[in-house]
């Protein structure tokens, strides 16, 4: 039996995982930028993502672990991860093949669109660029 791989502990130190022991996960395709979901990781889905090249997950409802593609042969190949400022969410840079979302669309976020007021910035502010 193989040694599971492991990831530098400090890494595992900078995310702070809630209450459940997990942290959301955001998938996104690498090239386009496109969201396609969102997951919840705990701490060994995290290093399995890290370490293996495939997204792991762990399932909220079924309380196991889930690689995407592995039933459906839709997969997320691992290019980049990154946590943002706070520790408290992971961005998965992925080369998604076939549908991202379990009801068999690209992307889980092309299915609801919502109509909320749209923002406009003043003609006043300043981008930060220009404010430099």
Known sequence: MTEAATIDPAI???VAF???GLVPAII??????EVLMMGWMD?????RTLTE???TFWSRSRQEYWRKGDTSGHAQYVKGAALDCDGDTLLVSVEQIGAACHTG????FDGDQLA????????TAQTTSEAS
């Not at 996104?28 to 930028?33: A, F, G, I, K, R």
């Not at 669309?105 to 889980?108: F, L, M, P, V």
């Not at 909320?116 to 003609?123: A, E, F, K, L, N």
Request: overall charge negative; charged content about 25%; aromatic content about 6%.
């Open 28 to 33: 996104q395709q690498w090239d386009t930028l």
């Open 12 to 14: 595992l130190d900078r």
């Open 53 to 55: 090249g495939r997204v």
């Open 105 to 108: 669309t690209h992307t889980c």
């Open 116 to 123: 909320p007021v749209v923002g406009h910035v003043p003609d």
């Open 43 to 47: 701490a060994e889905a995290f290093r």
């Open 18 to 20: 809630n209450s459940d």
